[in-house]
């Protein structure tokens, strides 16, 4: 018995040790998550927002003028600093300088922009200001996966960045979940390992890769997937993985609780493929480095810099409460909002 007692005794320090840095860690100040609701500050009028048959980006240039891409017109808008009228600048086409099913838009401060779409096979095309194309080509990452949202596909090139000198573009399908091109479409590299997921279908696989990459001003890129379980990663500037961040919150507990875990299996040769339906809209970064994240119900999650989830955010418009289907960080700060082209004061 002599031997036996000190194994008795001996856990009970250990016990008080976990049980005072359990109490510790709970006294440790942590960021509080902030809940607000930030009403619309100022939209495009009516009788300009009502020429667009569905506004999936709505932008601001350095000098003060709008860009709407309007993906259901095959078009793209220049509107002036004074909201008084919107030229289109690209229309509809098969041939360079013209947009046929686009599924994607971003625009850099100086005015440049780009457009994915795909006539025939996927292509990004760069245009000047005033809408004059000045490149183009077909990245070689192409997929057959889709990611669908309200009848908007979401995945492969429906979602791009460019800064002025390079454009990311998701293609798990290459094995990376970020490629980075030239303006001139020189594959750059190719960075992000994409994440297991348990299945066995390479197509399956790829859907539950596809996401959004971010340039982010603070230096680095994020990436936030939208199929599957909601997380996103940071990467610093060589690429390399920082941290791993879930998207979770009480918001969403119901819909990640019925994600898929099985699909139905595909015949040999068959020409179907998996689609995925997301529980992330999109996303953007703030100048300070914050991550907002639109979900498919209304409210933004905000992560800060070291990934901490900071606020829960409802965009509230006089129609009501809004789910974003584009957010972008104009260069004075607010953020501008689609459905509706809208501005807000974050």
Not at 8 to 20: D, F, M, N, Q
Not at 149 to 172: A, F, N, R, T
Not at 222 to 236: C, E, M, S
């Amino acid at each position: 018995m002599a031997d036996r007692c000190p194994a008795v005794r001996r856990p009970v320090p250990l016990l008080l040790a976990t049980s005072l840095l359990c109490a510790l860690w709970s006294l440790t100040p942590r960021a509080a998550i902030q809940r607000d609701t930030l009403h619309a500050t100022a939209s495009l009028p009516p009788f300009l927002s009502g020429q667009f048959r569905t506004p999936l980006a709505f932008q601001r240039t350095a000098d003060g003028w709008f860009y709407v891409f309007d993906e259901r017109g095959h078009s793209v808008y220049r509107i002036d600093p004074a909201m008084t009228k919107a030229t289109r600048i690209v229309s509809i086409g098969t041939e360079p300088g013209r947009l046929l099913q686009p599924t994607a838009f971003a625009s850099e401060p100086d005015g440049t922009f780009v457009v994915a779409d795909a006539p025939e096979r996927e292509r990004i095309q760069v245009f000047a200001d005033q809408g004059t194309p000045i490149g183009g080509f077909f990245p070689s990452g192409a997929s057959r996966f889709q990611v669908v949202l309200d009848g908007l596909v979401l995945g492969g090139v429906g979602s791009l960045q460019y800064d002025g000198h390079s454009i990311l573009i998701s293609e798990p399908a290459t094995g990376s979940l970020i490629t980075q091109y030239s303006p001139y479409g020189d594959p750059e590299r190719s960075f992000g390992r994409p994440r297991e997921t348990g299945q066995t279908d390479p197509d399956l696989q790829v859907v539950l890769n596809t996401g959004l990459p971010l340039f982010n001003p603070q230096g680095g890129y994020d990436f936030v997937f939208q199929a599957g379980v909601p997380l996103f990663r940071r990467y610093d500037h060589d690429g390399h993985l920082l941290f791993e961040r879930h998207i979770e919150g009480p918001e969403i507990d119901s819909l990640v609780a019925r994600l898929p875990t099985e699909w139905p299996k595909r015949a040999p040769g068959s020409d179907e493929f998996p689609v995925a339906h997301p529980i992330v809209r999109t996303a953007a970064i703030d100048r300070a480095g914050n991550l907002w994240v639109a979900l498919v119900v209304p409210y933004v999650y905000v992560y800060d810099p070291a990934g901490d989830k900071i606020r829960v955010v409802q965009l509230q418009t006089p129609a009501g409460p809004l789910a974003p289907t584009s957010l972008f960080f104009d260069p004075q700060g607010r953020l501008l909002v689609t459905p509706g082209c809208w501005i807000f004061a974050p």
